[in-house]
């Protein structure tokens, strides 16, 4: 049975609950390793790796089975995503990012992720003793949040400080400037890149205004600039709950679907059958959109007029 | 330290157009590859393009304008990748190949490239966040790891001060939220998506690329112990691939757009959602 060691920021934070399920899939032999900022110091990406390498080092010497697996489990935060892979390589592990399944079967550990903009799912081996994995936030769906009761260790200061010098945090700010209320929207009507282009966004305007829905959008419409920042449902934008979600030309990527799959109703229209967005869907129209959304929009100010 | 100007070096991965129908290959064990469009992963097009704005900025500003190197690591399709980095302005070009480098993990590929990256000694490399493919977001990491250097991942902003040899950039986090960090040369940036609306190349660009250096380097060129690299150091392995499962319980509506529309609206209202 493989050591795992489950990395805990001391605050909580998102995530948590998802390294303990993966911890518990991978069958339950674990420790936790204790993340706090006052001991350990202001984050660094080296400074936190060399952190937890010199406390997972250290746990190799007591007495452990020398060939069990090491399995070191992180939330893909921003903040973990992006010390974990340098973790990895200091500890000779393999490095699994955003697993959302995690097994121990007669062929060793096997996890699984999502590939290719979510619409294909691998499932990979590590070949080296240990590995280093991130859990997906949201993912491990419905697992008992109770910690299972494993020793608790904190992660002190590296050895190696030099590090520390590798970034000064001037400050923070918001990325966008706000005044779209998606938060507390009843409804929202989402724009996605299947839209086509700035112009192509009034379809989805259109149908908003029609069904008194704010106007959301996915990452790349904002990226391209055909919708402000603001409009940006996703694990980088507004993360929403809606009575109604009506997704048009969005794939289902995991950072969109991350936003809003706490929706009550969601709605997608896409070209694709294959797209994952129909994998949260509670209605979908495999169609056009730009067919599709129109005669949406006439029924509803039609429906409107009647009523 | 070097007396000419800055060095930036671009890691470009090349990847399945996104839009290109996918099929799992008769192995099970990825996507078959015989009738794809590969491209540039769009992340790290936005990193060319940050190279580019920081090497114009630094010459509106009076400075020696830094050289730009783009790298990149595959099969010899990957020259057109490099082609179009230099059409779009890129100075010179490295690409990785050797059959020992293929079929690396991002620890494997990080390596290899952090071999490339030192010997032609930049002082600020760029990466995109995260590839189009397997979107591990790794690479850049590993990069920074072994280069022992400063990183940052998901940067929304770069501003380069050539004097002070040192960087201010804005960091994306979670929820709508950005920090604001300063770095030192050297220093790996990996960019996100939405930092900058990369160009098109030109005419004159893409026959000005022609006439650029595109060098290429093996294993033993670069330095690298060939166990440490491609499949041989690839601590991972995909068992198999396979479709999301279809339709989580979901309806799925068919028919003419109207007659599709109208009975959405009929399940919308008995949902009561209107
Ligand atoms: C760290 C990080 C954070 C991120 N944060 C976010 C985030 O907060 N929000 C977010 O949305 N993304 C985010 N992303 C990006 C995310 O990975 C995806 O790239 C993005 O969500 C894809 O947007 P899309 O679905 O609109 O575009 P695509 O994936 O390109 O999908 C377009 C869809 O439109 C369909 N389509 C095309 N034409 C038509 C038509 N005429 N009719 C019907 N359908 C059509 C296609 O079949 C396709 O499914 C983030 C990525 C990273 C790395």
Redesign the pocket.
Known sequence: MPVVWLVEDARGGPGTQEVRACGRALGGNCRVARLDEERVGPYAPGLYAGALRDLIAQGEGEGEDPTAPIVVVLPHTYQSAEYAPRLAVRLGAAYIPSVSAAAVDDGGLRFRRSIL?ARLRADVRPKTRAVVATVQVGAFGGADPAPSPADVFEVGRPADIEQNQEREILGRQAASAGGVDLASAERIVTA???V?GPDEVSVAAELAAALDAELGA????VDNGWLPREH??????HIVAPNLYVAL????????VM?MSGSRIIVA????PE?P?FSVAHYGIV????DVAPALTRLLKARRQSA | MREEGLRIGVCIKQVPD?DSHLRIADSGRGIDDSNLNWVISSCDLCALEEALLLAEAQVSRGAERPELVVFSLGPERVEEALRKALALGVDRALHLVDEALQGGDAIADGRALAAALARERCDLVLTG??SDDLGQ?ATPAVIAEVLGCPYAW?VMAVELDSCSRSLRIVRELEGGMNEVLRLELPAVLAI??GINRPRFASLRGTLQARKKPLRREDCSGLGVDPRLVGTAGAGIETEAVSLPPAGAGGVVIDGASAEAAAELIAHLEREAVL
Request: aromatic share 0%; charged share 10%.
């Open positions: 903009q996605g890149r299947g086509g996915s990452r790349p419409v940006q449902v996703g694990s980088s934008g030309g969005v794939s289902g990527s995991i950072q969109h936003g229209i896409n070209k694709d797209a967005i169609a056009d959109l730009h | 996104t966040a995260q977001a998901l996100q998506a």
